[in-house]
């Protein structure tokens, strides 16, 4: 029996790249090279366990990231900007990983973008995560790899954690505080988006050369609060915050979250019924929290 193709899936121990790793082990069509810098990590073996090839790479590391790719057919790559928050160095990564992918004849990338604020709204708004990111998709294009840019909207996770409803001061209700005014913002459970990427690398004529937005569905905060309000049994409300009170709350990102609703106030192209056809599982808000509202038990 000929061997599987293989695909190196970078970022395979974390949200991201585990959705991709798994949902491509489970459909058995490629083989899987799941990359860490640290193969020991429980996540790791795990994957080893479901039959992956785990490897150790860093994005850091040229010869490593060259190791990785080698005789690959193709990759699922993420960089994570959190946990450097530096541009510079995403870019870096990114474009490393590029370069090495067209040295060794790499056929299908999936990357996993986002647009380039900064360039789009002619430089009145930075958004450091994406903006690096837009530039390493138009390195991507720039030196003809054949790539397929995936760009994500918000995951619905994080309304588990640090978008979670916040106690409100002044009665017994609570409240979601995210300044998109009245405009719906795009959202999808990153468990979801594995069953999505494996259905661009079993359709490669239709995808490579794309960039796509992907998004389950799109709520106003009004909106994703009464979900909460509904499931949790507690009252939950759009705090209403603007842009511009947010960037003052003063936590390290909160300029950049404000700049990022004010981008998603732009309404940037999220294509709700191509996601579905690419994962017809793909769970609504509502179908997200009703199977994760334990993580919301102690409100
Ligand atoms: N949160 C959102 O709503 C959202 C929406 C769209 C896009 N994003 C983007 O998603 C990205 C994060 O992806 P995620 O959520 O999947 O992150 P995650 O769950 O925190 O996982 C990060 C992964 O990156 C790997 N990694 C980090 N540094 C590495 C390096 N130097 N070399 C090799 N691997 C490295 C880690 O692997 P090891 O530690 O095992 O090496 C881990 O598997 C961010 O850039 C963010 O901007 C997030």
Redesign the pocket.
Known sequence: MASKKVIAV??????????VARAILKSKKFAVRA????VT?P??LELQDLGAEVVK?????KA??EAVLKGAYGAFV???????LSKEK?VC?GKMVADAAKRLGVQHVVY?G?ENVKQLSGGKLEVP??DG?GEVEDYFWSIGIPMTSV?????F??FLS?WKPVKATDGDYYTLALPMGDVPMD?IS?ADIGTVVLSIFNSPEEFLGKAVGLSAEALTIQQYADVLSKILGKEVQDAKITPEAYEKLGFPAAEEIANMCRFYQMKPDRDVKLTHRLNPKVKSFSQFMSENQGALKGM
């Open positions: 970078f970022g395979a121990t974390g949200a991201q790249g585990g959705s990359v860490t810098r640290d990590r996540k790791a790479g860093d994005l850091n590391d490593s990231v993420v960089t994570n900007f959190w946990d450097h995403e990564q996993s986002l995560h994406f990111k760009r994500m909207a918000a995951y996770e994080n640090m959202g990153v």
